[in-house]
């Protein structure tokens, strides 16, 4: 379902066992409130408990299946989490809290998609309720700072070629119809990948299909993402420079080959780059190989 696309850590258990019974999300929700972690439980090891929770579970069951149970209660309970979360003292540690919730939780509703098919309604839509209270929440609690205009964002990657542009398309793995949150720029591995702007590091990591990612706060609204590295060069809380190299290009995660998979955000909302950042002139043009 398209809601789920826009929104836009692994460890198995066995698979022999039978195939968990499925009921209604809503059934799921409120039987899933009893078994949610204890309030002192802080949300970053519930969302990374909740991750490695759903990798078993999508491994247990096969593609295109109804979400269990489980996972719905799974859902409810992390969910319950962030709420809670959202009513905590507003600090800068608070902030990049936030910012690390909506992108984990936006990775994770994604893979459902990817895995259950249409997730049910009622939990897509109390995801995206909670990411808006996120985004919202983050614009005004964030360090007062200047403004960034995206237009003057530098490309992460030189030679710009994009192979894949942002908005639907026919997932090259997964299959089927897809929307994609950004753009995949060609690029051989072990390339430098470059800060498109001045920023505050919140995220650098796994981010499950995403492979290893970063993630980069510009100011209280706009962020970018850059996937599938190599390797990254800068750690959570790093101030980087515009044009500074961050990260290595690489095909980690749910790829099909060497690539960076460049995101342009506001306020967690995924918009197309090549909309905003000016293309370059010769002798490095955008060309765009992939189908509009």
Request: glycine share 8%; hydrophobic share 40%; net charge neutral.
């Amino acid at each position: 379902m398209r809601a789920s696309w826009w929104l836009v850590s692994v460890f198995g258990l066995s698979c022999a066992t039978a195939p968990a019974p499925r009921i209604s999300f809503e059934e799921a929700a409120r039987e899933g409130r009893s078994t949610k972690p204890a309030p002192s439980l802080s949300l970053s090891v519930s969302l990374e408990r909740f991750a490695v929770g759903s990798t078993v579970r999508r491994k247990a069951m096969p593609p295109g299946g109804r979400m269990p149970n489980e996972q719905a209660q799974a859902w409810t309970a992390v969910l319950d989490d962030a709420e809670g979360f959202l009513e905590a003292k507003r600090t800068s540690e608070w902030v990049k809290t936030a910012m690390q919730a909506r992108m984990r939780l936006e990775a994770e509703l994604q893979a459902d998609a990817q895995t259950f098919g249409d997730v049910p309604g009622p939990l897509a839509e109390r995801v995206t309720q909670t990411l808006r209270r996120l985004s919202g929440l983050i614009a005004r609690a964030a360090p007062k700072e200047r403004l960034v205009d995206p237009r003057r964002f530098l490309w992460p990657v030189d030679p710009v070629v994009v192979s894949s542009p942002y908005g639907e398309r026919t997932h090259p793995i997964a299959g089927g119809a897809r929307f994609h949150a950004g753009i995949d720029l060609e690029a051989p591995i072990s390339e430098p990948v470059f800060a498109a702007e001045a920023g505050v590091v919140v995220f650098a990591g796994w981010n499950g299909a995403h492979g290893n990612q970063i993630e980069v706060r510009h100011d209280a609204h706009w962020t970018t993402r850059y996937s599938h590295l190599d390797g990254a060069l800068v750690k959570e809380g790093v101030v980087v420079k515009r044009g500074q190299a961050i990260g290595l290009v690489g095909e980690t995660g749910l790829a099909t080959g060497p690539h960076l998979h460049f995101e342009l955000r506001r306020d967690g909302d995924a918009l197309d780059p090549e909309a905003f950042l000016r293309i370059p002139r010769a002798p490095s043009p955008l060309v765009s190989r992939g189908a509009p």
